[in-house]
């Protein structure tokens, strides 16, 4: 878990690529894949990175929102390419696009809203929290290098609801890799969550039983957090139709605070 850890923070690390002299943008930067044993790149780590390479073009302002759309596959034995364009730099906000690219094309495609945190009032209507659950109920994901706990099983191929549940913390790490952290960890189980309501099939056929992909992943971040203390990460997925499966889910912390929420539309070809 270790080699994985710090193969995912240097991946993150991302590095600036000299651009244009004569064309100040985009702003390019280069970021390394993880060593996995997994046909295509994660999504996630596309995700994690394009948080990185938003936060490191304006870092006066911290990251509102991400709307990601998955155009193809990328290679693992390829760096990628993160293009940055800032389309709005105010005192306040500014908006972003990005894209995400390889020799044999663009990879992704995302829109970013930056912000300065403000003060106001905070009111907000969620489900109380569980408290963490016990270590009997540490449950290991591959592509997920800490700790993680959940009660529900994933590969059970009967029908359930397609809610799930899970606790988790990362090893110490500086709090501004958070977002980026989170943005990896939200793009695991949606397509599994969806599937614990259809009979016979589990997140671990893809590739056999059916086929699957991420096409598009949103992400809303509404209040700073540390990805070393514990997180709830609760999801459903209300929607399996048309060859397609749609889920969402919020980012909690263990006194309650909700401080991220997402949502993923993924394809889906069932037998």
């Given amino acids: 878990m270790t080699e994985l850890w710090n193969d995912l923070l240097a991946c993150l690390d991302l590095r600036s690529s000299p651009g244009d002299e004569e064309r100040p943008e985009p702003v390019v930067f280069e970021g390394s894949n993880q060593h996995l044993e997994y046909h295509r790149l994660f999504g996630g780590q596309l995700l994690g990175q394009f948080v990185r390479a938003a936060e490191l073009t304006c ?11 998955f155009a193809r596959e990328g290679r693992a034995d390829e760096p990628v390419r993160y293009e940055i364009t800032r389309l709005h730099e105010g005192r306040t906000f500014a908006t972003l696009t990005a894209v995400a690219r390889q020799s044999k094309g663009v990879l992704a495609t995302a829109s970013v809203s930056m ?19 016990d270590e009997s109920t540490r449950t290991p994901f591959s592509l997920i290098p800490w ?3 959940t009660t529900t099983d994933l590969e059970d191929r009967g029908v359930s609801a397609p809610e799930f549940e899970m606790w988790m913390r990362t090893p110490e790490v500086d709090e501004a890799y958070a977002p980026a952290l989170a943005a990896y960890a939200t793009d695991l189980n949606l397509i599994g969550t969806a599937l614990l309501a259809v009979d016979g099939f589990d997140h671990t056929g893809n590739g056999t039983a059916f086929t699957s992909a991420v096409t598009s992943h949103n992400l809303w971040f509404h209040r700073p957090f540390r990805s070393d203390d514990w997180l709830l990460l609760r999801q459903h ?19 309650g605070s909700l401080v991220a929420s997402f949502a993923q539309e993924a394809l889906l070809r069932l037998p």
Avoid: M, N, W
């Fill in 237 to 255: 997925s209300p929607l399996v139709a048309h060859g397609r499966c749609f889920g969402r889910g919020d980012l909690l912390t263990e006194k």
């Fill in 147 to 149: 700790e993680t706990r």
């Fill in 59 to 69: 870092p006066e302002k911290s990251i509102k929102s991400l709307h990601t759309v």
């Fill in 115 to 133: 912000h300065v945190g403000e003060d106001g009032p905070e009111v907000q209507t969620v489900p109380s929290v569980p408290q963490v659950f």
